[in-house]
């Protein structure tokens, strides 16, 4: 009795100490915060906007409307663009402490500007070229020669053109009027357009359109990006971070919560755009800021460097320009002195304490020994759970478990997390559709696992954070994890095989020399489109297109030259031709075009372009220049020649009649 009595002393001495000891540190961190965090009244903070006020800039409203700034103690004015100064201008003059800008805040950097970039709210940017649909754009290099209106600010769509060999020159270029109805009436054939925008005016006029992105060949630049001075974050820097932080936040309320934010806007903003408008912008604003997959506001300093590259390329940034003091850091180290000052007292007194705690220890032994026993079950049991997650840590393939009923990721494992290039604390709790490219096809599997219970070998396209597309070859089974139900997934990188078969089937159709469909499956897809064209009663045309003099060539210079001399007139073909059109090299130095939907007047015209192109081309050999031509005899479709040998056996005729006119010419069959 007399020992249970001295325990629970010590034991009231013990909480005695502790209850003084956080006192005293409540008492010093309370004093401390005071200190550093003086009651002020809201501080005035201008945002600048490169555009009018519409869904573009959701989050800034959000977060002056849900409080945020007021919280952060910021009274935020939000500006439109004005029509007569630079928005970039004002910021730079100090008219105002934040704006929004795209990727080209990196020339601004290399003009030696002192631009930081704070959040990228758009992970990819909105940045398109616009044709209307059958116009005769169907590919960018249709662009060349066609009136464009190109805004300033689109420098990834001039790297766009040049990296698919076409230069400004060659467009004739137009003022931007920013409004889709020169499209419309044909005024201009292409303009730069924002994909969160002048689509939906097209789509309401119920006009087909066609968008061409720099995404398609690899040039993925930022889009909307927060940024200031190095000037205001050295002389405020707890503004900038306090308007960093609610402005995000303000982000994630706005993606969440559109139609509020909508009607936020067309109350209090601008009634410039319809509800239906904004719902659009909403929509497509979601897909480029990708907040389930990416954090709102990540920047990757790799991506930047890639971006700068790009501009280097283009001779728009010097060789030797540096990232340094670009990026924003929001983490910078904190002065740590009175943590570790505080630490070590409380270590001191920790340290009495448990020296105490030693005496009466023999007491609680009986105490400690039932509670041991009472928790080995539970350490077995974690001891099991540990010993499967070590397999699948250390799994040489990709391990990801999701709850079935959302979809959320529960758990991956390094292989997973490298394979999807994510990192692993930031994709638990998001959800896995995002990983898929076809969305539809990850509702099928669910439905496949949940009536099988298990799916085996399933070859499936699947995405990484960046958007680089992979094929995985995936089995999945049904699992409790956590007390739920779990789909437990394991994936294969099957990405080179497929590679292989594509590049197989593409040798089974393809000639191995020009790189154009071969004989056979030119003619396989000749009958099917011949049919097509008889059925919708469309006109076609083909034409049988002979290299002039080709014997002469491999004589005189050898087959190498003329393997040369094939290689030139089928680029030269293939460059020049529509999708829906066929080229086929039937043997030698002899090829064939199928042109569907081209009437007699028209083939003429293509025809007599292509026979003019091949005549400009020539090939050196030995400082000795040789010139291509061709002939070229032309058959159409009519009610007596309706299948593929036909129309061949009427175009060789006329081929035959060119050729013996002199070559260099055009027949065409009667």
């Known amino acids: 009795m007399a020992l249970r009595w001295k325990s629970l002393v010590l034991i009231w001495i013990l909480i005695f100490s502790l209850v003084i000891l956080l006192s005293f540190l409540s008492s010093l961190l309370t004093t401390e915060n005071t200190r550093l965090l003086p009651v002020k009244r809201l501080e005035k903070v201008t945002l600048q906007l490169k555009w009018q006020h519409q869904f573009q800039f959701a989050g800034y409203y959000a977060a002056k409307a849900q409080g945020y700034y007021q919280d952060a103690g910021l009274d935020v004015e939000i500006l439109p663009a004005p029509e007569d100064v630079s928005s970039v201008d004002l910021v730079l003059r100090g008219k105002a402490d934040f704006g929004i800008a795209m990727s080209d805040l990196l020339l601004l950097r290399g003009q030696g500007e002192s631009v930081v970039a704070l959040a990228t709210i758009f992970q990819h940017s909105p940045l398109v070229f616009l044709a209307i649909k059958n116009s005769g754009i169907d590919h960018i290099h249709d662009l060349v020669g066609k009136k464009v209106m190109l805004e300033s600010h689109s420098e990834e769509l001039i790297a766009y053109l040049h990296s698919e060999g076409v230069s400004l020159n060659q467009l004739i270029q137009l003022p931007h009027d920013f409004n889709p109805l020169g499209l419309i009436d044909g005024r201009v054939d292409a303009m730069s357009a924002y994909s969160t925008d002048e689509p939906f005016l097209l789509r309401e006029a119920g006009i087909n359109y066609l968008t061409f992105t720099a995404r398609s060949v690899g040039i993925d630049f930022y889009g909307d990006t927060l940024y200031t001075t190095a000037k205001e974050i050295r002389e405020n820097p707890q503004k900038v971070r306090k308007f960093l932080d609610a402005s995000l936040k303000g982000w994630e309320y706005a993606l969440n919560n559109p139609q509020e934010i909508i009607a936020l806007i067309l109350t209090e903003y601008s009634q410039r755009h319809s509800r239906e408008h904004l719902e659009f912008e909403a929509m497509m604003t979601d897909r480029l800021i990708i907040p389930d997959i990416v954090e709102i506001g990540y920047m990757n300093p790799g991506r930047w460097q890639h971006i700068a590259k790009i501009y280097q390329d283009l001779g728009m940034l010097s060789k030797n320009f540096s990232l340094e003091g670009f990026i924003y850091e929001r983490n910078p180290r904190a002065n740590l002195f009175w943590f570790y000052l505080i630490l070590g007292i409380f270590s001191t007194i920790l340290g009495l304490i448990s020296w105490v705690a030693w005496r009466f220890y023999r007491l609680n032994l009986r105490i400690h020994q039932e509670i041991k026993e009472r928790k080995q079950t539970e350490i077995e049991l974690r001891a099991l759970e540990k010993r499967y997650r070590t397999l699948s840590e250390n799994a040489p393939f990709p391990v990801v ?109 393809t000639d191995e020399l020009t790189d154009i469909y071969n004989r056979r499956h030119f003619f396989e897809l000749g009958k099917a489109v011949i049919n097509q064209a008889i059925k919708s009663n469309q006109p076609l045309a083909i034409l049988l297109i002979d290299l002039d003099h080709f014997k002469s060539i491999n004589d005189t210079y050898g087959h190498d030259v003329g393997d040369i001399a094939l290689k030139q007139v089928s680029s030269i073909l293939a460059k020049h031709i529509r999708e829906k059109d066929i080229l086929g090299r039937l043997g030698g130095e002899e090829f064939a075009l199928i042109l569907p939907e081209t009437t007699q007047d028209k083939v003429l015209i293509i025809a007599e372009r292509l026979r003019l192109m091949i005549a400009q081309e020539l090939i050196i050999v030995h400082q000795q220049k040789i010139s291509l031509t061709v002939s070229i005899g032309i058959a159409t479709l009519t009610e007596n020649i309706y299948e593929i040998n036909s129309l061949l056996k009427k175009a060789d005729q006329a081929l035959y009649q060119a050729k013996h006119q002199g070559r260099n010419c055009i027949v065409k069959s009667e």
Not at 441 to 465: D, H, P, S, V
């Open 401 to 509: 478990i999701s709850y079935i009923d959302n979809g959320i990721v529960a758990y991956l494992n390094p292989e997973a997390a490298k394979q999807f290039e994510i990192a692993r604390e930031y994709v638990i709790g998001k959800k896995t559709v995002e990983f898929y490219t076809n969305i539809e096809e990850r509702n099928q599997l669910l439905t496949i696992l949940l009536n099988q219970g298990f799916i085996k070998n399933y070859e499936i396209e699947l995405k990484t954070a960046s958007d680089k597309h992979f094929w995985a070859c995936l089995s999945a089974t049904i699992i409790e994890f956590e007390d739920k139900l779990a789909a437990f997934t394991s994936l294969v990188d099957i990405t080179k095989t497929k590679v292989l078969q594509e590049k197989l089937q593409k040798q089974a159709i």
